[in-house]
């Protein structure tokens, strides 16, 4: 376990948004595989994640990691009426986009695809930005994910009116608040801790 | 109260027992439960990583007061009742005037996407307030200021300056978990308020 990975050429670097799958590499040392304690794993949740260096970092700290990702999970697979999946994703991918997280944004732009069945849409939200004219529903969850994301926080009662207008019931505004928050959380560590790679 | 006693996120975005908005979050009862157990493992757990819970205080404070409104009061008020802990306050308090901007901005890998660029302020520490905090903080709260406005600067040339300060990787971890999740819990609480006023 060394510094290896800063010695990496640039040229593998993603300087686009894309819905392609990335690697990433991480800038401090993760926990190598063999030495994850029990307690290391229970912070993972899901031990396939054990492959993962970007979990694996994180497992340096087990207790906040496995409450971390079980609020991940809740948020965006918790589907008991609320927010359909693809709005989830799509604010993921919003709020992504406008922190600039290529990585973050290609996994839930992909979501959002899979879910949505709009591709093209969603490729107009990463090729265009965060001002794409998609629909007014979409618009208006990708403005609200953006107001949200902003420092100061723009976010406010007339961003709830245009969603009630647009028939998002409470929970389901609850649930986008959620997702775009989670992902202020999640771009923030994708972002430091290490970067995306093209495979 | 001890700040175990009651939901964290219910009073930062001052949600009453019984409300519309108990009711609604009580929907998700595993996200309930998981943003306040990571509260717990940020800021009420014993230490393992080598972040002093004062150090925990400090760094919450200090995204708080960078994001303005309500929850700067609850960390602040917590930091408070650490030893030295009323000093540090004030001291964070007059750091974030100068601290306070517009996010996010930043650099984007060269390309395409170089002309969504955007500058804005790269937080320093003065001689006066490096030796009032310590090396060791300071370092750590001009990390913060990039993670909280502008993450998308980061790079791996960041962490020299922390490893020399005397963080570790474990603490960084930890260091870096605390600003994502204060980053996540100001704009919960603050989407919520807003969803229920």
Known sequence: ?199 | MSIQDTDVLDRLAGIAAGSALDTLRRERPQTRDNVQASYEALFTAADETGIAQSERLVVASFVALLHGGPTAGHYLGLLEAQPNGVALAALLRGLSEHARTSGPYGAYPAGPLSSEDAPGLIFKIEADGRTALGERLATALEHVHQLVFHPRDAKAADFAPLKAAGWSTPAIVTLSQIVAYLSFQIRAAHGLRVLGA
Not at chain 1, 12 to 17: K, M
Not at chain 1, 45 to 74: C, G, M, N, Q
Not at chain 1, 79 to 96: I, V
């Open chain 1, 1 to 199: 376990m060394s510094s290896t990975t800063l010695d990496r050429p640039a040229a593998t670097v993603p300087n686009v948004f894309t819905q392609a799958e990335l690697g990433w590499n991480a800038w401090l040392d993760p926990v190598p595989e063999e030495a994850l304690t029990e307690r290391q794993k229970q912070g993972l949740v899901d031990i396939a994640r054990a492959k993962s260096p970007y979990f694996r970092l994180l497992a340096h700290d087990p207790d906040i990691l496995r409450s971390r990702t079980l609020a991940d999970k809740d948020i965006f697979y918790n589907t008991k009426s609320g927010l359909p999946r693809a709005e989830r994703e799509l604010a993921a991918a919003a709020t992504s986009r406008s922190n600039g997280c290529i990585y973050c944004a290609s996994v839930h732009a992909r979501f959002a695809t899979t879910f949505s069945k709009r591709r093209e849409d969603v490729q107009r939200l990463l090729d265009e930005g965060v001002g794409a004219d998609i629909d007014p529903l979409w618009n208006a969850i990708i403005e609200a994910s953006v107001a949200l994301t902003a420092t100061p926080i723009a976010f406010g009662p007339e961003h709830v009116g245009k969603l009630r207008d647009l028939g998002l019931d409470d929970l389901a505004i609850s649930d986008l608040i959620h997702s775009a928050a989670f992902f202020n959380w999640a771009n923030r560590l994708m972002l430091s801790l290490g970067e995306p790679e093209i495979d």
